[in-house]
């Protein structure tokens, strides 16, 4: 027993022997890196006071929040506020709460992620890697497009929806979320497809892949990093999307951005501040969750090329 | 957009409400109101609304965030709501100009109702000679709002208060008794009310009338009386600390709530704060019309109702109206938003101390004029503001200054 230990010891040595030895460099802390250290936390504290205050102001009673002490710790922890603005809080005469808009969020979410990058992907694909005619014409065009304002195009937009009869509901909202995505985010999948090797394509085709088969069988596996870089850009920008969920959302696809508006924008009524807190936190969890479970990904696909070209 | 294109888009718009008649007496009401007071308030509407046997489909649209854009988009895309709140006269021009006008004048004289209103409200709900407004609620735009234990600590009493010298000299006692006196907001949008307040109240209501009306008379600007209104807004000016800067009124509100000022002046809106903190007008808080006041500014919210619409709901709008109107059920609007109500035959029973004295001011017609938002040219009006928030920021700009640069952008917009 102990002769074979010995045995696996020597050889777990040579082993080690054998592979390259680099001896690291001892880590020795400077007083140099210790002030970087101080001031990057200094830094950080800074930017987290808003948050702090935000924070710690929802879970304060209005009462203490009257007497002015914006930094203070509440007197008395309570999730009044949060139940208050999850459930009851008032979007117009309908006292239901932030849920509605959330679940209203959810659904627009969902289609118009599917729409703007499903078809921003396929013109992406089709611009970069097919000889399309015009190709150059139609980037330039697309690419001017990305700085029309919204609010320019919006009446013709909502005449477009009502004669297609989707104005008022979910689809119009996800049908004009698509549009308007198109020009960006064809642009960053037509970047990353165009560093696809042209070899790669030439064997396809001669493998007679036609289009469609080209694009799911070779374009799609391929296309993870850049398709968690655009998942992230695109659930940020819809979930926090105030404008065209409130224009073409119609009366009852409100997102939940235009309950938080109808609670805080207050005109001549009072101003509970701990409701709006936590209201803003709500609303803000979805994407902030999103980045922290995809963060790193989201990073692996920027360096793998996806803005970057 | 073409005119041919919108007047089609308008007939559209008709035989498509029209489609939808069997429902009728579904009323879908469009605002921007979701405090606590105000949907307590709204309530009270629907409430009558649902006596009336019809029911009310709501549609709550932020406000100040292009609320009317918002309201023109809607009607664009063929969901029209039937009732919305709107006072800009430029959105019932544009409506009127789609053929979706609903002019009331007949209603509003079959019922009588005109006289009932105090002058500024009757004033401000036509556009363009024929009323088009349902109004709901009232608020003076420059109102003194003093914490009564305050004033007994201090030792003043406001309504003894004859004119604006009169209170700036008790403000030293107020500052003895170690409380602030004055609490304001630096905020452009409140500067520019205070001003529009001082201006109906130090230089009356016939300056106010030909500066913030619909034809600007610039040698207005030249007036003693002008020029005395701006060294008042220069005294409120100073009251402002540090502290001050870009305060949302509402905190404002609550300096003199908490008792650590003596008052403020601002919209009746902030009774909405006292009444929110738990407080009684007369006992807690009292509310008095600027010192020595010419004449006060008031602000109406107003209902329009949709016309080109089936004959069944175009009787439903007015029932809407006429439950907005009904006097009690303006006392009981008045009582849950915290606003006054919009008629003068309100029952005083079911009124607050403050409303009581506003509508005691309204009484008389030559004292009261309309918010510049319903009258002014909005680029005109946006010059003062300017003019006005940089006048109360820097010390050093004098009165002369502020009166030249107003000249020279009336030649600029208006010229």
Redesign the interface.
Known sequence: MSEMTVAQRAGAEIAVDRAPFFPRKKKTITGRSIAVLILLTICALFFCIPLYVVVVTSFKTMDQIREGAMFALPNVWTLEAWDHAWNSACSGINCNGLKVGFWNSVAILFPSLILSIGISMITGYALALWNVRWAGAFLFILFICAFVPFQIIMFPLITMTATLKIYGSLWGVAVIHAVLAMPVLTLIFRNYYKDIPQEIMSAAVMDSGSFWNIFTEIILPMSGNILIVVLILQITSIWNDYLIGVTFGGMNGQPMTVNLANLITISTGTTRYNDNMAAALLTAIPPLVIYFFVGKLFVQGITAGAIKG | ?SRTKLAG?AAGLMLSVTSFSAMATDL??Y?????????AA??VI?AGIEAKGHA??????????GSN??L???V????PPNVFMESNPGVYRDIAGMGLGFPLTQWFTDNAIVDKLPAAVAASISVDGEIVKVPQAL?IDGMVYYNMEVAKAAGVDPTAWDSMDAMFADFQKVRDAGYAPLAVGSQPFQVGYLMHALVAAVAGPDIYTRLYGAEVDPAALDDPAFAKTLETLRLFANEAGPEAQNR?W??TT?QV??GKALMQIH?D?MK??W???GKVAGTDFGCIEMPGAQAVVVTV?AWGLLGGVSDELKTAELDFASVVLDPAEQAKFAAA?G?TPVRLDAPAESLDACSVEVLRILEDPAQQVQNPHNTADADWQNSIWDVVFNFWSDPNMSVEDAITQMHENYETILG
């Open positions: 957009m888009l879908v009401v605002h921007s109101w979701s405090a606590p007071p105000e949907v709204l309530n629907k009310w489909t709501d549609i709550a649209i932020p406000h100040d965030t854009v918002n023109m988009s809607l664009t895309g063929g969901t608020h949302p509402n905190e609550n709530i908490t919209g809106w909405g704060e009444l929110g903190a919210d938003k606003s």
